[in-house]
């Protein structure tokens, strides 16, 4: 994770980390540098909830009645269900032209009328599709927000859990240490016992 970003990092050493630290203390030391998803993020650690959301059922939650039209259309627009139904209208607009009625055809050949349809729907299609590319487009960037915000989060939790294995660490050295201390203590204890009963 980039620190630039306000992300914190993992990387002190074993002697720089004595004694286990609250996770929000790296975000303390930039704050600065905070933002709204770091903010957030410092947030639900101080609360201990999660982060996580369904990204897809945020972005769907707000949508207008336009926009849903869009996707739709949008949808449809790009399946193969439009290609071959729009297909079939253009050859049965040519053929109903040129040979049923040929003689007082409605838009005989080179099919003005046929163009003049195609380019009405064609400046028609093109900002409806564009609209709902600007809906995905936000879709991906709420995803990125909260990936981002996911990811912060538990990096903190993983730096404060390292830090305190190594505490539990520094604590059992120092335990074995007094105890061997102890066994030592013992055993010149034994060994001054023997010397004065003999």
């Known amino acids: 994770m980039d620190?630039?970003?306000?992300?914190?990092?993992?990387?002190?050493?074993?002697s720089q980390a004595k004694a286990p630290r609250p996770p929000l203390k790296w975000l303390r030391l930039s704050q600065g540098r905070w933002g709204p998803q770091e903010k957030a993020v410092a947030e639900a650690l101080a609360d201990n909830r999660p982060v996580a959301v369904d990204t897809a059922r945020e972005a769907d939650r707000s949508l207008t009645f336009g926009e849903r039209a869009a996707d739709a259309v949008a949808q449809f627009g790009g399946s193969w269900t439009f290609i071959l139904l729009f297909a079939a209208i253009l050859i049965g607009w040519m053929g109903l032209n040129?040979?049923?009625?040929?003689?007082?055809?409605?838009?005989?050949?080179?099919?003005?009328?046929?163009?003049l349809v195609l380019s009405c729907l064609a400046a028609v299609q093109a900002p409806i599709i564009m609209m709902s590319q600007k809906r995905q487009d936000e879709r991906d960037r709420i995803a990125?927000?909260?990936?981002?915000?996911v990811n912060l989060k538990a990096e903190l939790e993983i730096c404060e859990l390292r830090e305190a294995i190594h505490g539990l660490r520094e604590d059992h050295r120092a335990i074995v240490a007094a105890m061997r201390e102890e066994i030592d203590e013992l055993r010149r204890m034994r060994e001054e016992l023997k010397a004065t009963g003999s």
């Open 3 to 14: 620190k630039a970003g306000g992300g914190p990092g993992c990387d002190e050493s074993p």
């Open 98 to 115: 040129v040979t049923i009625l040929a003689r007082d055809a409605f838009d005989p050949y080179p099919f003005i009328l046929l163009n």
């Open 144 to 149: 990125a927000q909260n990936d981002y915000q």
